[in-house]
Structure formats: C-alpha cells, structure tokens
C-alpha cells in the first residue's frame, strides 16, 4: 500500500458503526469533512461535530445511505461482520472510497487504511504497518510526537525564507542550499523552538550568513 494524502474539505465522510472504533474514525475525519455516523447505540464518546443517526441498517439497506449521503469515503466500523461487508461492497460498486475497521490483509482497489497520524500543522506524519500491529502504529505515533515537535514552526519559517529569497532574486539553485542549510541547522531548530526570536529575526540571521558569505544572489 502506498499513502497518499486526501483533502476531505467539503466532502462528506458516512460512517457505520458509533463504538470506540467509529467515534475515533468520525473525530478524525470531522476535522474536514461533514461526518454521518449512523448506528442503533452511540457508546459514551467523542464523535466530535458529527451528526448522529440512530438507525440499524441491515445488509441491504446500508447502499440507500451511501445513495443519499454521496460521500466521499465510508467506513465500516462495525461489529456485524454481514454490514460491514455489504458497506464495503456498496462502496466499491459506486466507486466510493472504503475503510473496513475489521480487516488488515486481502484489500481491494478503493480499500483504504487509516494511519495512525501526528500533526504539527502544516506537517503531517502517519504510520502504518501493513495492518500487522496497531498498537506499534499506536506506540510510534506517541513517539514522534516529541520527535517532530517544531516542525510546523520550520516548515512555516522554510516557506517565509523561500519568500524572501525570491523577492531577492536569489536563484533557484541557490535558494535550494539556503533552505536546505536552514532546516539542518541546529541554532535555527533552537531559535525556533525556543521561541525566544522571531521568524523575521531568524531569517535576517540565515540571510547575513549565507549571503555574505561568497554566496551569488542572482
Ligand atoms: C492506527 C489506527 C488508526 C485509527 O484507527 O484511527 C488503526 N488502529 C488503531 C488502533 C488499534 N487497532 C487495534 C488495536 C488493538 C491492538 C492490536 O490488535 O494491535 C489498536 C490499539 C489501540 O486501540 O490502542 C485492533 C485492530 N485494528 C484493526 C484490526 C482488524 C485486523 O487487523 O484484522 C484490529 C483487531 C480487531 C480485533 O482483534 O477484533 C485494523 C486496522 N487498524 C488500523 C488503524 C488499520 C491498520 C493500520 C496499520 O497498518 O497499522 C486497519 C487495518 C484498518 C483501519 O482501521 O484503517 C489506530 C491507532 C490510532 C492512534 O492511537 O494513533
Ligand atoms: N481499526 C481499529 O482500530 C479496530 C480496533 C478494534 C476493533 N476493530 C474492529 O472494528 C469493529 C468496531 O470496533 P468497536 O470497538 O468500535 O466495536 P463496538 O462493538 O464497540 O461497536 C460497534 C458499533 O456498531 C454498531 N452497529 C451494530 N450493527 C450496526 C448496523 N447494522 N449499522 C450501524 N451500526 C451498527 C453497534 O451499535 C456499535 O455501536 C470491531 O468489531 C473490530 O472488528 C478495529
């Protein structure tokens, strides 16, 4: 499997299934899309800004919901084994995206996994392990969340550097050291973690030294 990354902005995302599983599914997607979490219980959890409906759709029913809620993805979360692979097919047969939350191996075209995700916007890393250990995705993701911590803030930085070197007319070659330089450069890491300089500061520093030091700027 090969991840991609997918912009739910206005799309709507129908999830089966309103446990443990489908709540995590409906916060997650809820961050973009308009969620529709349909199930007979919803357990005491967060689904965030999702819509709840209470129903229990069987086996034949559960494509009249994908019909008239035209969503972008489906999940199928579950614990009826029957429904959630009548969701599964009713989605490929409309060439709709589907999650199964019940399934690691034998997926088909328009099956998709979702990982487990760290976020320090606008910087994205996800884990996945070929749905042999959750738990590890789970573990890594809780690792990386110390280990990423400033890269929004470089990569925010990186884009106004980039800016700048551009209204210089520094050329594209050049550009692509300086930024390359920036982000392994430790002082920038500290600068930027610590928050005790500002981006503007942090770039005049990065521009004196490699500007001045023998680099062309056309
Ligand atoms: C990453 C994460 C994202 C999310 O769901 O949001 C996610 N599972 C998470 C947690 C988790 N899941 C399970 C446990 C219990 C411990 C264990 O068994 O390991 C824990 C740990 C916990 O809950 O702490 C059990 C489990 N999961 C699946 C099955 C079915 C099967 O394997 O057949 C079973 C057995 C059910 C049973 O035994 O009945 C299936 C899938 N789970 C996936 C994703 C996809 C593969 C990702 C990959 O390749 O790693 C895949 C294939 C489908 C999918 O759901 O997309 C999320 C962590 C979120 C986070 O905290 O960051
Ligand atoms: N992907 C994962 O991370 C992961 C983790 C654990 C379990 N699982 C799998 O996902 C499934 C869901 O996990 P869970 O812990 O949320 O289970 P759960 O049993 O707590 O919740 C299942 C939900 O599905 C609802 N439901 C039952 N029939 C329905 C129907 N016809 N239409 C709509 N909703 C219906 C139930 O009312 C319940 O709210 C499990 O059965 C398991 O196979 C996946």
Redesign the pocket.
């Known amino acids: ?1 090969i991840p991609l990354l997918h912009d739910f902005t206005d799309a709507t995302v129908l999830v089966f299934g309103g446990g ?2 489908g709540a ?2 409906a916060r ?1 997607f809820a961050r973009e899309a308009t969620v529709i979490v349909v199930s007979p219980t919803f357990t005491d959890r967060d689904f965030g800004p999702s819509e709840r409906v209470r129903a229990a759709p069987g086996p034949t029913e559960v494509a009249a919901w994908i019909d008239r809620t035209s969503p972008a993805l489906v ?1 199928a ?1 579950t614990d009826d084994r029957d429904v959630n692979d009548a969701v599964d097919e009713a989605a490929r047969a409309r060439d709709v995206l589907v ?7 034998g997926r088909d075209f328009g099956s ?7 976020r320090d916007d606008p910087v994205v890393v996800s ?12 573990y890594l ?2 690792e990386l969340e110390e280990s990423i911590s400033g890269a929004g803030s470089m990569a925010t930085f990186c884009a106004e550097l980039r800016r700048e070197l551009k209204s210089r007319n520094v050329s594209s070659s050049r550009r692509q050291e300086i930024v390359t330089d920036a982000v392994n450069s430790p002082a920038v890491w500290t600068a930027l973690r610590s928050g005790t300089s500002n981006d503007r500061q942090v770039i005049e520093d990065v521009l004196d030294e490699e500007l001045s030091t023998g680099g062309e700027s056309t």
């Not at 999650?99 to 191996?105: I, K, M, P, T």
């Not at 250990?133 to 789970?138: F, Q």
């Open positions: 499997m443990p599983v995590r599914k997650r999940v979360a999650n199964r939350a019940d399934r690691s191996g998709v996994v979702v990982p487990a995700t760290v884990v996945a392990t070929g749905g042999r250990a959750p738990a590890l995705s789970r993701r809780r």
